[in-house]
């Protein structure tokens, strides 16, 4: 995955390694800020040699890597959330997926979401930077709210788990931007009103649905939508509920 410029590698490394139909776990985070007043988001423009999304503003997120099932949290993910990801899936990978939402944020945006601790063991390679700053991942504020498969014929398909977090959450500046990768380029909070005038994924603009009418909501959904996408057919249903009507 992608890091901080001077100490990673871009993600797009080893891609003949990379089975480009193969479905990948995947977690993206929303960060929500002002959420009373003014709400704003924070995104940023893919590059344009991107092969998955080129040009299109997008939340912080990527794939899950090998190492995030054995990094440590210092705060598990709230009990529903964790409920809500094991539906429709292999329940070992929640932790992971949590984990791997975490890392994205801070290789993507420079911004920690954790808590100051020891890590009783060497980080995994993606971690190191992370490490270094003296935190442990903390998952408390992360509220799972949207799950999306992406559509067959696409060059890379995910299975994303969307993830909706307070800025205040945040141990860091939310306007330094310093420790952040290029992967992301224009990283800038976005005013909720304004967001749709960006060229975005359409299912970005989807989750940014999910987003609004959750804005001023501090607790995480019982019901999360999963827009799921096969060779068979297209759903739009929703983990621990019923099939939704079109």
Known sequence: MAGPADARQPKDRNLAEIDKT?????????????????????????????AFMPNKFVFPGGAVDAGDAAVPLATPVPDICAQRLSEEADATLAHAITVAAIRELWE?????????GTWHSPPPPDWTTFAATGHLPAADALQFVFRAL????????????????????????????D????????????????????????????????VQARAQDLTPPTSVPYFRNNDEESLFMRLHGRPMED
């Open 22 to 50: 193969q479905i990948r776990n995947a977690a993206t985070v929303i960060v929500l800020r002002d959420r009373f007043t003014a709400p704003r988001i924070l995104m940023g423009q893919r590059g344009a040699q991107a």
């Open 108 to 116: 993507e945006t420079g911004q920690i979401l954790g808590a100051p």
């Open 150 to 177: 992406t559509p067959p014929g696409r060059p890379r398909r995910f299975d994303a788990r969307f993830f909706l977090v307070d800025a205040d959450a945040l141990t860091t500046d939310p306007d330094d931007f």
């Open 179 to 210: 420790a952040a990768s290029d992967e992301l380029s224009h990283l800038q909070w976005i005013p909720l009103s304004e967001i749709r005038t960006f060229d975005m994924p359409f299912i970005t603009q989807v989750v940014l649905a999910e």
